[in-house]
């Protein structure tokens, strides 16, 4: 009878130490503000560099209204992203085979000398986006049709440690109303609006309202959240730039906070 007695007693220790563990490693519930509403998201191009370029550092959104036929001929420069927003586009990098772009497409290309080529009927507009040493703030673009159409803040390098790094480039519509889910990037993250607008709510920190061609940029960890204010849909790009191993998007369970 006493055995007994001990064995129910270790039992019922037992199950509330089991009771204590789950309670205390349950999830917080998520709340509703913090999920995804009309989102969509499309990855367009990725690709990796070895490492970010010495000292501080900015992103920089170039944009370029091609006539038909007209040549750019470019010099080797950062690793970059070629997003093509109407028309068509020929990229030709050294000793590769020309690659072809439509609206809506996107290439990420190493370092290379290059030329890039209208070879539609009509006007194409694409972009060339890239993470630039700020020193390169200033210096005259490839070619006369191009315009610098954002370019962030300094991003010191302190904060961004010496290792690979992955570039992405992705898509994302909101419908009239849509919003993302609540969330932070591993890495850099910068936002372009292509059609209608968002607003960008960041932890402690005031929201950013973006139109068509403007955008913004926000270090490493940062709680994010997207919101389309307006009954029409919006498009914007999203370029993340994360060291390797670190985690590339992560969801939150509440809206970042004011």
Not at 40 to 64: C, E, H, M, N, W
Not at 93 to 100: H, M, T
Not at 134 to 146: E, K, T, Y
Request: charged share 15%; hydrophobic share 40%; net charge neutral.
């Amino acid at each position: 009878m006493v055995w007994i007695l001990r064995t129910s007693k270790s039992r019922l220790v037992v199950l509330a130490v089991t009771l204590v563990a789950c309670a205390s490693t349950a999830p917080s519930a998520t709340n509703p503000d913090a999920l995804p509403r009309g989102e969509v998201v499309k990855k367009l191009d990725a690709g990796q560099v070895g490492s970010l370029p010495t000292g501080p550092v900015y992103i920089r959104f170039v944009r370029f209204m091609q006539p038909p036929g007209y040549v750019i001929n470019s010099k080797q420069h950062v690793p970059s992203v070629v997003y093509v927003e109407s028309g068509a586009q020929r990229l030709v990098l050294a000793g590769e085979l020309p690659v072809d772009l439509v609206a809506g497409q996107a290439k990420f290309h190493q370092s290379l000398t290059h030329q890039h080529l209208n070879p539609g009927s009509v006007q194409s507009v694409w972009y060339s986006i890239a993470v630039w040493p700020s020193s390169a703030r200033g210096q005259p673009l490839v070619d006369p049709i191009a315009r610098a159409a954002f370019e962030s803040d300094d991003f010191d390098r302190a904060s961004l440690p010496q290792v690979a790094y992955s570039e992405v480039l992705r898509q994302v519509t909101l419908a009239g109303n849509g919003t993302s889910g609540a969330h932070h990037f591993g890495g850099l993250a910068a936002f372009y609006v292509l059609s209608g607008s968002i607003s960008i709510k960041g932890a402690h920190r005031s929201s950013v309202l973006l139109g068509v061609g403007q955008g913004a940029a926000f270090p490493p960890g940062t709680d994010l959240q997207e919101t389309n204010a307006g009954p029409n849909q919006a498009v914007y790009l999203e370029y993340i730039v994360t060291p390797v191993g670190e985690e590339f998007e992560v969801p939150l369970s509440q809206p970042p906070a004011a």
